[in-house]
């Protein structure tokens, strides 16, 4: 059955605006974060649903008010770490606190300062490339609840707290999929159909792990952190998704590219993070 949904709204939206040349513009060079939020949410300000705006620290980005839905945004820069994302608030999902979750991705080039600057002194650059994609894409869990927890008694005169404050690493679409890279694309769980603005160039499959961790601790002597993983009862289970493009757009085919390359470009994405 098709969900009633936003998602393929906001999509061509942003499709339009990308050709239209709408830029990103940003308040200073330095800005790692608000710019491209701020440019998708001027795309759903063009829209007639309204919508919570971003608060700190909340999750996702925007929060649908008709619909439960959300969009969660990540700006990209290119070439730079494009391949993974980091997320302190949540981990990635396509479910959270009632609502279907999509993941907002754009890329941008990383030497905006090349850039000319408009009239009131924004510096103005494009999107390069863009993938909208559910949740379910990224990640399927939903039982997990993604808590900050604590420590006490640290140090010579105990009296030093740690804080276990998780950051989660995960792969962006970019690193999933071939066929992404200069276009701009919509993947989704097969349950969405689209309507006859849409066509369809890939279809792709996330298949389950064979383990799953659930527990890990860190070795505060030796540096050293261990994990405890459970065989997957769900493991080789396929989860079915769909790539769109408007009938407007190019039709070249998006693949999914093979679990090993998707670990060799994180394990790389990883190293040269931590230079």
Known sequence: MSKETTCFDVFEKCVTA????????????????????????????????????????????????????????????????????????????GFHNGRDVFYVFGRY?????????????????????????HGDFLSLDRDYVHENKHIKGFGSYGDIMIRDRKMYVAPTPFALTEGTTGLLTLILPDSYVPDERFQTVGHLARKEAEELVVSYSFDLQTNEILTSRVKNPKAGTEHKFVAYRLKTQNNKPVKMISQNQIFAEMELAQREAEK
């Open 18 to 93: 990308i050709q239209a040349a709408e830029l990103i513009e940003s308040e200073s060079d330095n800005d790692k974060e608000f710019h491209f939020q701020n440019w998708v949410e001027q795309r759903l300000k063009t829209l007639s649903f309204n919508f919570d705006p971003p608060k700190r620290h909340s999750y996702p980005d925007f929060r649908i008010v008709q619909f439960t839905e959300g969009y969660e945004v990540k700006g990209l820069k290119t070439p730079g770490r494009d391949k993974n994302f980091d997320s302190n608030s949540q981990a990635p999902s």
């Open 109 to 133: 080039p990383k030497k905006i300062t090349s850039y000319p600057k408009s009239e009131r002194g924004y510096r103005q650059y494009p999107v390069i490339d863009l993938v909208i994609c």
